[in-house]
């Protein structure tokens, strides 16, 4: 199965400021998706991200907030813009593979 | 819409007790169901999945399987280790369909 490598794995961040969080993959493939994760809580999906198109975005999140880019078949970056405590989640991302899904290690994020 | 249900935790056991995670769900289709780990401190394994009805899916001693007739996939385990302390998430995912995920059930085991 596809191997993710996510970074930075944690980060600590002044409100208003923004954060850009890497995710490579040791294979090609077709869309990418990014998670997050609020304290004690389950996943809720962000994003789709497909290379060479606009990210599709789930209810409640929006481009502005979470620019998402996709320049090629294994690397994707997720921003979170303009900060607030409320942001504090871990975020993942996530790609098919023929046996299920992979997960990134995360990135937790700490917004003070 | 589809949707899962887990029972809630914390779950506490002792060493070499035995261990059930209960996961129901709800969907429109015939989804594909899976269980992920979550180890303290990491993201997300796969741990395992079963594709249609009373397919087993099991790993590191773990088994789930697709009950259709009680949409279930309960979790586990006859003999659980200090080590398999993590949250358990059940998913779900139909066909065209994103993840479900179900809300995650903290398992804390004990020496």
């Known amino acids: 199965s596809a191997v993710i490598s996510q970074k930075p794995s944690r980060d600590i961040c002044q409100r208003g400021t923004s954060l850009t969080i890497q995710c490579q993959v040791d294979?090609?493939?077709?869309?990418m998706f990014w998670y997050r994760q609020q304290p004690g809580q389950s996943l809720t999906l962000i994003a789709t991200a497909n290379q060479g198109s606009e990210a599709t975005y789930e209810s409640g999140f929006v481009i502005d907030k979470f620019p998402i880019s996709r320049p090629n078949l294994t690397f994707s970056t997720l921003t979170v813009s303009n900060m607030s405590p409320e942001d504090s989640s871990i975020y993942l991302c996530?790609?098919?593979?023929?046996?299920?899904?992979?997960f990134g290690s995360g990135t937790r994020l700490t917004v003070v | 819409g589809d949707s899962v249900t887990q029972m809630e935790g914390p779950v506490t056991l002792s060493e070499e007790a035995f261990l059930t995670i209960n996961c129901t769900y709800t969907?429109?289709?015939?989804?594909?169901l899976f269980w992920y780990v979550q180890y303290p401190g990491e993201g997300l394994q796969l741990l395992l999945k079963a594709t249609k009805a009373d397919d087993k899916g099991s790993n590191k001693g773990f088994e789930a399987t697709y009950r259709k007739e009680t949409t279930s996939f309960h979790l586990e385990k006859g003999s659980v280790q200090v080590s398999d302390s993590a949250v358990y998430f059940c998913a779900l995912k139909d066909y065209g369909q994103n993840f479900v995920f179900g809300p995650g059930t903290r398992l804390s085991v004990l020496p």
């Open positions: 294979s090609q493939v077709t869309m």
């Open positions: 969907a429109t289709g015939y989804p594909s």
């Open positions: 996530s790609v098919e593979t023929d046996y299920g899904y992979t």
